[in-house]
């Protein structure tokens, strides 16, 4: 085989491996953003719970409904 015919096919192929490799990268990148984003999302989901669980402790300690949970008692 001639010289040139075999250096297109190593160029041609190097450039295709990195084309895919580029291609990777770009999705992986992608990915990270959305996982970044959803992470964030549970993070503010987590605080707000937290504020609520607080809110309640607190409730309880200054003696609110002893006894009893304010679903029940309405029933």
Known sequence: METSIIVAIVT???????SLISKFRRENHDDHTNVISELKNVGRQVERVGDKVD??????AQGGNVGGSANRDKG
């Open 55 to 60: 809110r309640h402790i607190e409730w309880h």
């Open 12 to 18: 041609g192929t190097f450039a295709i491996v990195v």
